[in-house]
């Protein structure tokens, strides 16, 4: 069965520095790979999806995701933080043999040091 | 703006009730999933209902239950409460059920079984 690994529960950087948010999914066959934010007290928002094409993949508030299937990795980057990226991000992953369930990582808590 | 709302926001019950949640998906999408967010987990697949009719179901055992309604509304129903179904409850609605289609997400139920 398909499984999502988010290496870090907590990651803390400093405002404006670079950040990577790392996601492991344990099938190699065809999936598709998303990233969630969750702020405090909202709901999740969509980041970013990889379907199919470039394995660079960019998205909402200057974050971009690189899908690698030799390493099964899909891992969050952004150049530069701001404090507004305190949140907790999800790593998920959906194939059709699931008829595209979603399956989720157990998340990942940026936390931005002034 | 999602568009999707969850009532109740707060809720608390006892071991052995019944809770019903409430979702309004955004107009148009014929597609409502629930999902069951325990503390400092991601999100686990519920079900997924597709104009009105179970459409895939995670491991969750049958006193888990819903309902769509054609008003776009619909339901998660959880009888027998038992202290393991304390979580954060998140409906999330979508055009279609493939990976095409985003998932908006509504800001969630938290339910607290004493």
């Known amino acids: 069965a398909q499984s999502v690994t988010q290496l870090d529960s907590q990651v803390p950087v400093f405002e404006e520095a670079p950040v990577e948010l790392r996601c492991n999914y344990s099938?190699?066959?065809?999936?598709?790979l998303f990233w969630y934010v969750q702020y405090p007290n909202q709901g999740l928002q969509l980041l970013l999806k990889y379907l199919s094409g470039s394995t660079l993949v960019k998205g909402i508030n200057g974050f971009e995701a690189e899908f690698n299937k030799s390493q099964t990795s899909f891992h969050l980057r952004k150049p530069s933080v701001h404090i507004s990226d305190t949140a907790e991000y999800f790593c998920?992953?959906?194939?059709?043999?699931?008829?595209?369930?979603?399956?989720w990582g157990a998340g990942t808590k940026l936390i931005i040091k002034p | 703006e999602t568009g999707v709302t969850q009532s109740p926001t707060h809720l608390i019950k006892t071991r052995g009730q019944q809770v019903t949640l409430r979702c309004s998906s955004q107009?148009?999408?014929?597609?409502v999933s629930w999902y069951q967010q325990a503390l400092g987990q991601g999100p686990q697949f519920i079900f997924q209902?597709?104009?009105?009719?179970?459409?895939g179901r995670g491991n969750f055992p049958p006193r888990f239950s819903g309902l769509q309604f054609p008003n776009y509304s619909s339901e998660l129903n959880v009888n027998a409460l038992e202290l393991d179904d304390s979580a954060l409850y998140l409906c999330a609605s979508s055009l279609g059920q493939g990976p095409l289609d985003t998932q908006y997400f509504g800001p969630g139920t938290r339910l607290l079984v004493l």
């Open positions: 998920a992953v959906s194939e059709r043999s699931s008829n595209y369930q979603l399956i």
């Open positions: 209902y597709y104009r009105e009719e179970e459409n």
């Open positions: 107009s148009g999408h014929n597609t």
């Open positions: 099938s190699s066959v065809s999936v598709y």
